[in-house]
Each structure stands twice: as structure tokens, then as C-alpha cells.
């Protein structure tokens, strides 16, 4: 196993992710959180950035187990040139952090790079002081573009 370039795993807020997606014509957005995340909390909306959110779980629910396959369906996205920035965003920063490692460390095995990016926050941010996601932080929140289907 090639050892990770740290480097190039670093973090950012949801706002300077927006920014990142917009300016950056390659990069993308992994949404790492489950389908019933998607279903039932929603999905950033990259619509008006002519983006699409690459949604694929890195824990699969109900047991929160790794996903075997997550690496390989990421980098099958990508179709053999990994773009110059990778996004990752879960509810709360914690899984997506764990998946930019590990996509971080499979490009290098590969002999490619990118940034690979935890987005602070996530999509639902912190608990406030009732226990309740969404109101404190997080993509969300900060007024960014998302939807439920």
C-alpha cells in the first residue's frame, strides 16, 4: 500500500467548496452519505454550476460497514484521469473526511493526484443545543443550493 500524500487531503467550508466547484471547471462533489440520507434529508443542488453531485456511500446503512466497492466506483467516475479537485461531503465532516483519505491514497497508488477535499461542516452541520441538525452550520444552512426528491 502506497503511503498517502497528506497534502492533498485538506478541508474546506461549504462556502469555499461552492467557490471551488464554481471556479474549478473539473472538479467535482462526492456526496459520501447513505441513500436514505439522500431520500429523506436531500442533496446539494449543483445545477446552476452545470455540475452534478456524485452521490456514492462510503458506510452503508444500516451497519455503517465500508462500502467494498466505494473506491472503484469513485475512480470508475473518473474515467482513468482523476480530476484536479475531489469534494467530499457526509452529514457532518466525519465520514467524509474518512473517504477523501482513502480515495487520496488509492490516486497515489495509481501514480495520479488530486486535492481531495473534506467539506467542513457537511451537509447538515452540528447538533444545536435542542439536538437538531441543520440550523447551525453545514451546507444547508449556510444558504447553499440543495433539494429532495
Same mark, same amino acid.
Given at each position: 500500500?502506497?503511503?498517502?500524500?497528506?497534502?492533498?487531503?485538506?478541508?474546506?467550508?461549504? @462556502?469555499?467548496?461552492?467557490? !471551488? $466547484?464554481?471556479?474549478?471547471?473539473?472538479?467535482? #462533489? =462526492?456526496?459520501?452519505?447513505?441513500?436514505?440520507?439522500?431520500?429523506?434529508? &436531500?442533496?446539494?443542488? $449543483?445545477?446552476?454550476? &452545470?455540475? @452534478?453531485?456524485? $452521490?456514492?456511500?462510503?458506510?452503508?446503512?444500516?451497519?455503517?460497514?465500508?462500502?467494498?466497492?466505494?473506491?472503484?466506483?469513485?475512480?470508475?467516475?473518473?474515467?482513468?484521469?482523476?480530476?484536479?479537485?475531489?469534494?467530499? $461531503?457526509?452529514?457532518? !465532516? =466525519?465520514?467524509? #473526511?474518512?473517504?477523501?483519505? =482513502?480515495?487520496?491514497?488509492? #490516486?497515489?497508488?495509481? !501514480? @495520479?493526484?488530486?486535492?481531495?477535499?473534506?467539506? #467542513?461542516? &457537511?451537509?447538515?452541520?452540528?447538533?444545536?443545543?435542542?439536538?437538531?441538525? &441543520?440550523?447551525?452550520?453545514?451546507?444547508?444552512?449556510? !444558504?447553499?443550493?440543495?433539494? @429532495?426528491?
Amino acid at each position: 500500500m502506497a503511503a498517502t500524500n497528506n497534502e492533498n487531503v485538506i478541508e474546506e467550508t461549504p @462556502q469555499e467548496t461552492w467557490s !471551488g $466547484l464554481e471556479n474549478t471547471s473539473d472538479a467535482v #462533489l =462526492v456526496d459520501v452519505r447513505t441513500k436514505a440520507e439522500w431520500s429523506f434529508i &436531500g442533496i446539494p443542488d $449543483l445545477s446552476a454550476l &452545470g455540475k @452534478q453531485v456524485i $452521490l456514492q456511500e462510503w458506510r452503508q446503512y444500516p451497519d455503517m460497514s465500508v462500502n467494498e466497492g466505494f473506491v472503484a466506483n469513485i475512480l470508475d467516475q473518473f474515467g482513468g484521469s482523476a480530476p484536479s479537485k475531489i469534494y467530499f $461531503l457526509c452529514r457532518s !465532516g =466525519v465520514r467524509s #473526511l474518512e473517504a477523501a483519505h =482513502v480515495v487520496n491514497e488509492a #490516486l497515489s497508488a495509481q !501514480g @495520479q493526484s488530486a486535492v481531495c477535499v473534506n467539506v #467542513l461542516e &457537511g451537509f447538515e452541520g452540528d447538533l444545536n443545543s435542542e439536538r437538531h441538525r &441543520g440550523e447551525t452550520n453545514g451546507w444547508k444552512s449556510r !444558504g447553499l443550493a440543495w433539494g @429532495q426528491s
